[in-house]
């Protein structure tokens, strides 16, 4: 199972990947906003739980929402805060560190009129405990809320193991890992500088889901699901082979 002690200890590095993508934040937002807008939510209060270091709740706030993100590393909300003064929106947004089981104690008297999370910020505990969540979050929204929700769709992980390198300017990742068939992503993460100095390494253990899954507990919530796209920039129709999963459900 996931290990927030674990991951603080590599936070300081995957902080620099997220630095670097942090422009990706601005792509995420707009299409994010296009859905919301679609569902007539033109305005109003968000929820992004996994807000990271604010790539996305930043933009949106800049759009003219009022966004509360909630992430569990510590060093990743002092980021947030300190990017939300450099974009100038510290009216607009707040940054909370929590774990997502205390979300009705962390947020109590507010209400939102949506709720986000992307880049696959559920599954880092039990199946209950992504239920629990977005159960949580269901309750501090208003009627007809919109919850969009973007995971890593588990259909592509399957099989033998995988390995792949990835480059952020002067750092270099390299990432293996395996589906267990528990469906949880269990990974590492190993960091070098680009002249080759081991930097570190963590390991993730993750719940992928299914499209299938994925409906099931955010019906289990007790959201009711809309539709799925293939991908939260493009918003293509959802394809089974698609890397991500793309879900919008809404609050009855």
């Excluded at 809320?145 to 890593?152: D, F, G, Q, S, W």
């Excluded at 995988?162 to 293996?176: A, Q, S, T």
């Excluded at 469906?183 to 499209?211: C, P, Q």
């Amino acid at each position: 199972m996931y290990n927030q002690e674990i991951f603080n200890s590599g936070a300081h590095l995957f902080l620099r990947v997220l630095r670097h993508i942090w422009d990706l934040g601005f792509q995420m937002a707009k299409s994010i906003a296009m859905l919301l807008q679609q569902y007539g939510i033109k305005s109003g209060n968000l929820l992004d739980l996994g807000c990271g270091i604010g790539r996305v709740a930043i933009p949106l706030a800049k759009m003219g929402y009022n966004v509360i993100g909630v992430d569990r590393t510590k060093l990743f909300i002092d980021e947030a805060n300190l990017q939300a003064k450099k974009f100038k929106v510290e009216d607009n947004v707040k940054f909370i560190n929590c774990d997502y089981s205390q979300l009705l104690e962390k947020l109590r008297g507010l209400s939102f009129d949506g709720v986000i999370s992307v880049w696959t910020s559920i599954g880092f505990g039990s199946e209950e405990d992504d239920v629990n969540a977005l159960k949580q979050a269901l309750n501090l929204s208003n009627d007809n809320a919109i919850l969009i929700l973007e995971v890593e769709n588990k259909l592509r992980y399957a099989g033998p193991p995988k390995k792949w390198v990835e480059r952020y300017d002067d750092l270099i990742v390299y990432r293996e890992g395996f589906l267990g068939e528990d469906s949880r992503w269990r990974s590492k993460w190993t960091f070098y500088s680009s002249e080759g100095t081991f930097l570190g390494e963590y390991g993730d253990d993750v719940r992928f889901y299914s499209s299938e899954e994925l409906v099931r507990i955010v019906e289990k919530a007790g959201w009711s699901a809309i539709t799925l796209f293939s991908d939260i920039f493009s918003l293509k129709p959802f394809n089974p082979d698609s890397n991500n999963i793309v879900l919008v459900a809404k609050k009855l």
